[in-house]
C-alpha cells in the first residue's frame, strides 16, 4: 500500500484537484491518503469532506491540527501511514495519472535496491549537478549540498527511510525538505527519474513565485540552517561550511535578481 499525505492549510480552490489526481493513478496497488489540516480557516475541510462522501470506495483519514507549518503537518502524516510506501503530495499540485506505477517500478527494482525515487515537475530540467543516464540520476549526499533537485510532491519512498532517519524537524518552516532529503542520503540510496510525472503550483514557476519558496530571504536561513547542522553534525568539514556558505549567499544574490527581471516582465 502507498501512504499518500498531503498538507492542508487554505488550499480550497486546489485541494480537489490534487485529491483527483490520486484517485486517477493507475496500478495494481492500494492508496491509503491522510490529509492533515494544519488550522485551515478557509472551506477547504468541507470540500475534502465533500470528496470522501462522493468517493467512500477511497481510503482516506482526514486529521485535524493547529497551524503548525508543513513540517509538523507532514510528520502526522508519516506517524499515522500505515503503507509499505510513503509518498508527498500538497495540496496545490496534481500527479500525472502514470507517476505512481512508474515509481514503483523503480523501488521494485530488486538490480537497483532503490529506496527513494523522485521525478520532474512542470517539464523544468534537471540541472547540474544531476546528470542523466538510463532516465535514472543518482542523488547523493555531496549532490544535495550544492542543490536540491528534489521537489517534495514528487517523492515516494520505502517504509525503511522513516526506520532509519525519523521525521522533519517539526520547528522548520522553510528548506524543511533539503534538511530532511539530507539526513535520508545519508543511510539511503536515492534516485530521481528523468521524467516529469507532477504539475506543481498549476504549472508555474516553483521558486520565488508562489508559496513558502517566495520569500527568498527566509529560504536563504534554512539553507544556511541546514549546512550548519551538517557542519556541527560532523558530515561537512569546516572548508566545505565555509565555501556552501559562500556558494549559498552568491546564489541568493543571483536570484533577487532573476526575481527581480522577472517581476518586470509581468
Not at 51 to 57: D, L, V
Not at 124 to 129: A, I, M, R, S, W
Request: hydrophobic share 40%; with cysteine; aromatic share 12%.
Amino acid at each position: 500500500m502507498v501512504s499518500v499525505i498531503i498538507p492542508l492549510y487554505n488550499a480550497e480552490t486546489t485541494i480537489l484537484q490534487a485529491l483527483e489526481s490520486v484517485k486517477n493513478q493507475y496500478g495494481n496497488f492500494d492508496f491509503e491518503i491522510i490529509v492533515v489540516n494544519d488550522g485551515s480557516t478557509d472551506s477547504s475541510i468541507y470540500r475534502v469532506k465533500e470528496f470522501i462522501e462522493k468517493n467512500p470506495e477511497l481510503n482516506i483519514q482526514l486529521i485535524h491540527q493547529e497551524n503548525k507549518g508543513v513540517s509538523s503537518a507532514r510528520n502526522a502524516g508519516l506517524q499515522s501511514a500505515k503503507g509499505d510506501f510513503l509518498a508527498f503530495l500538497d495540496a496545490d499540485d496534481v500527479w500525472l495519472p502514470h507517476k505512481t506505477a512508474e515509481q514503483l517500478k523503480i523501488l521494485q527494482q530488486l538490480s537497483l535496491d532503490a529506496d527513494f525515487i523522485s521525478c520532474r515537475i512542470n517539464d523544468n530540467k534537471l540541472l547540474f549537478p544531476y546528470f542523466s543516464k538510463n532516465k535514472l540520476v543518482k542523488v547523493t549526499f555531496r549532490k544535495l549540498l550544492i542543490r536540491n533537485g528534489i521537489p517534495t510532491p514528487t517523492v515516494i519512498f520505502k517504509r525503511k527511510v522513516l526506520s532509519n532517519t525519523g521525521f522533519f524537524d517539526d520547528n522548520q518552516k522553510f528548506a524543511e525538505d533539503h534538511n530532511y532529503w539530507l539526513k535520508i542520503s545519508l543511510h539511503n540510496k536515492i534516485y530521481i527519474l528523468d521524467e516529469s510525472l507532477v504539475i506543481a503550483g498549476g504549472g508555474k514557476r516553483t521558486f520565488g513565485v508562489s508559496g513558502l519558496s517566495a520569500n527568498l530571504k527566509k529560504m536563504k536561513k534554512g539553507f544556511a540552517k541546514n549546512i550548519l547542522e551538517m557542519y556541527e553534525g560532523n558530515r561537512i568539514n569546516v572548508i566545505e561550511y565555509f565555501c556552501l556558505k559562500f556558494f549559498y549567499e552568491a546564489k541568493y544574490s543571483l536570484l533577487l535578481v532573476r526575481q527581480f527581471f522577472f517581476n518586470l516582465n509581468k
